[in-house]
């Protein structure tokens, strides 16, 4: 299985979309700094986690997400 997920900063307006196989794992690293693009902008929530059949899938998805209309749609679902 592969995710495809967005973490929103709880101090800063920085939204991060990524994909992975452990999302529990994933959102761990990039809490905890070893991810360097989103070291400063620590810490962060999960807001949208999608689960795919195949990594062409989530990455798909990471994609929509990463657009105009998907960072809208992300915005929106902090803002509920």
Request: cysteine-free; overall charge positive.
């Amino acid at each position: 299985m592969f995710y495809t997920y967005a973490l929103s900063s709880l101090e800063r307006n920085y939204i991060y979309v990524g994909i992975t196989s452990d999302i529990e794992r994933r959102v761990k690293e990039h809490n905890s700094g070893k991810n360097k693009t989103t070291r400063p902008y620590r810490p962060f929530e999960l807001i949208f986690e999608k689960e795919f059949q195949t990594r062409t899938e989530a990455r798909a998805e990471e994609k929509k997400l990463k657009s105009g209309f998907g960072k809208e749609f992300l915005k929106n679902l902090i803002t509920k």
